[in-house]
């Protein structure tokens, strides 16, 4: 029986070809874990930090700093903007799970319907021209057609599928970009008169 050791073999998962992409295994951490080889920064006296949740779907609500009352921001400002920016980012992570979750072109399970029909109706008629052995030869080319565009309908399919990808929205790039556009609009509006911005 072979000793399996705790060290790991990463040397197994070399490439061979200089072309492909190396190993990383930080592609397969979640968000949460990612977060925690990311280094915050502190709040500074001209800029709040506010830090993720522990999920990484949203900020914590302890931030809040007793000496921004000198400026203007108080408790209550301050965690109505970061519960805003909590609500954008599950608003996006739901908004990326419906697309997930959407069936992908469902007009190709319609059109695979058909071409199920088509057999259906070929293999009846077929089993109708061995059966009943009819003189003339329009049930067999009524088969052959029904085949024919059964055959069609699922190359189309197959090659539908094998083309086209769905394209998801990337979901750390729109959380970023709404969140920078929301901060944007507060720092403009909301927190104009203090010294700081967030």
Known sequence: RRRVHGESNLR???????????????????????????????TTDDRIIVRPNNEAMGFKYNCYVPSLENNGITKDLFDQTVRE?????????????LEEN????????????????????SFLLLTILIYARPKDDDLLIVAIICIVLAGTLTMFVIIKSMLSKP?????????????????????????????IHI
């Open 167 to 195: 394209e998801f929205i990337n979901l750390e790039a729109e959380i970023y970009t709404r969140l920078r556009a929301y901060l944007t609009q507060q720092n403009n509006s909301v927190y104009t008169l203090s010294l």
């Open 12 to 42: 197994s998962v070399q490439m061979t070809s200089s072309n492909k992409a190396n190993f990383n295994p930080d592609m397969f951490l979640t968000r949460a874990e990612r977060l925690k080889h990311i280094n915050i920064p502190d």
């Open 102 to 121: 959407a069936e992908y072109m469902p007009v190709l399970k319609y059109i695979l319907f058909v071409a199920i029909f088509f057999v259906v109706v």
């Open 85 to 97: 920016c909590t609500k954008i980012c599950e608003f996006v992570w739901r908004k990326k799970k």
